[in-house]
């Protein structure tokens, strides 16, 4: 997830530097499809502006590293900026009437 003006700059640059919050951390945050809607309701509650970004792991190669977090889950954490040659698609991210965030259909 990244906020819509943040991305927009990306796009314009050729890459994704990551959040404030990435960039404090040291690392981009990601989740899986299957972990994507806790960390949104957990990160980003209410939050609107914020586009869904999907990128290619494989392309992404080994600044992406799988480390554990949330719950003893393990999630993927980036060491760099996304390089705009990975995102393979991207989709707003807008709130319901209550708040939460409508996801797309994922995979």
């Known amino acids: 997830?990244?906020?819509v003006a943040e991305w927009q700059d990306a796009e314009a640059r050729g890459s994704y530097p990551g959040s404030a919050e990435d960039r404090a951390d040291g690392f981009i945050h990601f989740s899986t499809a299957g972990?994507?809607?806790e960390s949104a309701a957990k990160h980003r509650t209410g939050e609107s502006g914020?586009?869904?970004v999907a990128c290619d792991p494989d392309a992404l190669g080994k600044a992406l590293k799988w480390e554990e977090a949330r719950g003893g889950q393990s999630f993927p954490h980036l060491y760099g900026a996304i390089p705009m040659s990975t995102v393979l698609w991207t989709a707003p991210?807008?709130?319901d009437?209550?708040?939460v965030h409508i996801f797309p259909?994922?995979?």
Do not use: N, S, Y
Request: hydrophobic share 60%; aromatic share 0%.
């Open 97 to 99: 009437a209550d708040g």
């Open 93 to 95: 991210l807008p709130l």
């Open 105 to 107: 259909e994922l995979a």
């Open 50 to 52: 914020l586009v869904l």
């Open 1 to 3: 997830m990244a906020r």
């Open 35 to 37: 972990q994507v809607r």
